[in-house]
Nanobody, 118 residues
C-alpha cells in the first residue's frame, strides 16, 4: 500500500518560514499528480498547491508568491516551501498523491500541524 508521511510543521511567528516534506513509499514518477491541501478548524479542506507529472505548478490565490511546491525525484519527496507566513495559514496540511491507471486513486498523508502566531 502507498504511504505518505508529512513532516516539518510547527509553531512559527507571522512573517516566518517553514518547509514541509512528504516522504513517499515509492518513486514519485509513479504519481500522475501531487499536491498540498490544508484544513483549518471550521473550514473545508482546500487545495493550496499542486504539481503535475511535467512539474508544472499552480497555487491558490491566497498563497501565490509566498509558497513553492516542488518534487524531489532522488529522495521520493514532495516539498512545500512556505514564506511570509500569516495567521490565516494556520491549518493542518495534508500531502496528496494521485495515481490514474485502472482507476483514479487518491492517497493522503495523516497531516502536519502548522500554527502561525505571535
Amino acid at each position: 500500500q502507498v504511504q505518505l508521511v508529512e513532516s516539518g510543521g510547527g509553531l512559527v511567528q507571522p512573517g516566518g518560514s517553514l518547509r514541509l516534506s512528504c516522504a513517499t513509499s515509492r518513486s514519485i514518477y509513479t504519481f500522475d499528480h501531487m499536491g498540498w491541501y490544508r484544513q483549518a478548524p471550521g473550514k473545508e479542506r482546500e487545495l493550496v498547491a499542486d504539481i503535475n507529472s511535467s512539474d508544472s505548478a499552480s497555487y491558490a490565490d491566497s498563497v501565490k508568491g509566498r509558497f513553492t511546491i516542488s518534487r524531489d525525484y532522488n529522495n521520493n519527496t514532495l516539498w512545500l516551501q512556505m514564506n511570509s507566513l500569516k495567521s490565516e495559514d494556520t491549518a493542518v496540511y495534508y500531502c496528496n498523491a494521485v495515481v490514474t491507471l485502472r482507476s483514479r486513486i487518491n492517497y493522503w498523508g495523516q497531516g502536519t500541524q502548522v500554527t502561525v502566531s505571535s
